[in-house]
C-alpha cells in the first residue's frame, strides 16, 4: 500500500477514527489534510503526523457550513495541489427515544452527515475524476435488533449510504469509488463510556465475535488503507463491516 503520490481529506480527524484513518493514511505517504471543528485538535495530530516523517495539514472545518466545505477543499488543493481520497467521518450523533430526541439534534446529526457528505462529494468531485476514491462512514446502529434510543442517528447514517451508493452508480464512468464503512472502535466516547459502565461494556463484549473493540489506527485506519488500495479497484457502491463481525449486513 503507497500512497506516497496522493492526498487524502479526512473530516473529524482530530480524534477517534478519524485520526485513526488519517494516521495510517500517512504511515503509508499519503499527503493528509485533517479536518475539524476544534483547529487545536486537528493541528496537534497534524503536528504529530508531521513530526513524525508524514506530511499534513490541519484545517478549521464547520461541516454543517458549506463555505467552510469549500474553503477546506480549496486549501487542500493549494497545499498539495491534488484530492485523491476523500473520508467523510464527522458526524454529530443524535441519541435518544423518538420522544426525547429535539429538532435541534436532529436537525445537527442530518447536517453534520448526510448533509455534509453530500456537499463534500459534490465539491471535491472535479478533483477526483480519474482515479478518487470516497469512503462515508455509515453505522451498524440501523441494524440493531434493539433499536431504542438510535431511531435519529441510524436515520441519518442510512441517509448516508444512500447517497454513497447513488454516488458509485453515476460517477463509476468516471472512475471514481464510494464505498461505505460500519466501524467498531475505541473512539474517545466509546473508551470514555467502557471505563465509566464497566460490567455493560462487559457484557457488550460478549456480543461481538472477536471479543474486543477495534483499535482506531490498526484495526480501522489500516483496513480503510487496504479498501483505498489498487488491489481493491474493482469495490464499489458496498458496505464493508468493520465491527469484529458484531451486526449482521442484511
Not at 476523500?86 to 436532529?106: C, K, M, R, Y
Not at 457528505?117 to 459534490?122: A, E, G, I, V
Not at 441494524?143 to 435519529?152: E, K
Amino acid at each position: 500500500m503507497d500512497f506516497s503520490n496522493k492526498t487524502a481529506l479526512i473530516t473529524g480527524s482530530g480524534q477517534g477514527v478519524g485520526e485513526g484513518i488519517a494516521r495510517a493514511l500517512a504511515s503509508y505517504g499519503a499527503s493528509v489534510c485533517l479536518v475539524g471543528r476544534t483547529l487545536s485538535k486537528v493541528e496537534a495530530v497534524a503536528e504529530d503526523i508531521n513530526r513524525l516523517g508524514g506530511s499534513a495539514i490541519a484545517i478549521e472545518c464547520d461541516v454543517k457550513n458549506n463555505e467552510s466545505i469549500n474553503n477546506s477543499i480549496e486549501a487542500t488543493i493549494s497545499k498539495f495541489k491534488s484530492l485523491n481520497i476523500l473520508i467523510n467521518n464527522a458526524q454529530e450523533v443524535p441519541l435518544g427515544n423518538i420522544l426525547d430526541v429535539t429538532d435541534e439534534s436532529f436537525i445537527n446529526g442530518w447536517n453534520s452527515g448526510p448533509l455534509a457528505t453530500f456537499r463534500f462529494m459534490k465539491a471535491s468531485y472535479p478533483h477526483l475524476k480519474g482515479d478518487g476514491k470516497v469512503i462515508n462512514l455509515a453505522s451498524s446502529s440501523a441494524l440493531r435488533p434493539d433499536s431504542n434510543s438510535y431511531g435519529a442517528y441510524a436515520a441519518v447514517k442510512e441517509s448516508i449510504r444512500s447517497l454513497s451508493r447513488a454516488a458509485a452508480v453515476e460517477w463509476g464512468q468516471d472512475n471514481i469509488l464510494v464505498n461505505c464503512i460500519m466501524p467498531l472502535a475505541k473512539s474517545t466516547g466509546m473508551e470514555w463510556w467502557m471505563n465509566e459502565y464497566p460490567d455493560e461494556a462487559n457484557e457488550f463484549l460478549k456480543t461481538i465475535p472477536l471479543g474486543r473493540v477495534g483499535d482506531c489506527k490498526n484495526d480501522i485506519g489500516e483496513a480503510v488503507c487496504h479498501i483505498l488500495s489498487d488491489g481493491m479497484n474493482y469495490i464499489t457502491g458496498s458496505t464493508i463491516m468493520l465491527d469484529g463481525g458484531q451486526a449482521y449486513l442484511r
